[in-house]
């Protein structure tokens, strides 16, 4: 399983949006989960969203609630990350990863893609 990560980082003023894409290629997803993670600087890398390949589910760490989407093109193979009323809290390199468990756990991810930089200024 590979993930292409497309460009979709960038700066933004605090309250814009961005949105993130992942494009992975591999045999077969079912049954295996989409999550984007997050690393601020000079933090632990943290959970974002999930998303369920084969039931669409939906899971988001609760400082994102309200504010940042997942969504998936099974089409394409291809995982969104749809981030609105970014503050400048949200600064982080961001990674979309890919696992055949449950588990948020880093350790418990089975592919990652390579990270995209996202910077919200105030």
């Known amino acids: 399983l590979r993930f292409s990560c497309r460009r979709g980082g960038g700066l933004v003023q605090a309250g814009g949006s961005l949105r993130l894409s992942c494009a992975a290629s591999?045999?077969?997803?079912?049954?295996?989960?989409m999550v984007w993670f997050r690393q601020a600087p000079g933090k632990e890398r943290e959970f974002v969203s999930k998303?369920?390949?084969?039931?669409?589910?939906?899971y988001c760490a609760d400082s994102v609630k309200g504010r940042f989407t997942m969504s998936q093109n099974k089409e394409s193979s291809t995982v969104y990350l749809q981030m609105n009323s970014l503050k400048p809290e949200d600064t982080a390199v961001y990674y979309c990863?890919?696992?055949?468990?449950?588990?948020?756990?880093?350790?418990?991810?089975?592919?990652w893609g390579k990270g995209t930089l996202v910077t919200v200024s105030s």
């Open positions: 591999g045999p077969t997803f079912s049954g295996w989960q």
């Open positions: 998303i369920f390949y084969t039931t669409g589910r939906l």
């Open positions: 990863a890919a696992a055949a468990s449950t588990s948020v756990q880093l350790r418990d991810m089975d592919y």
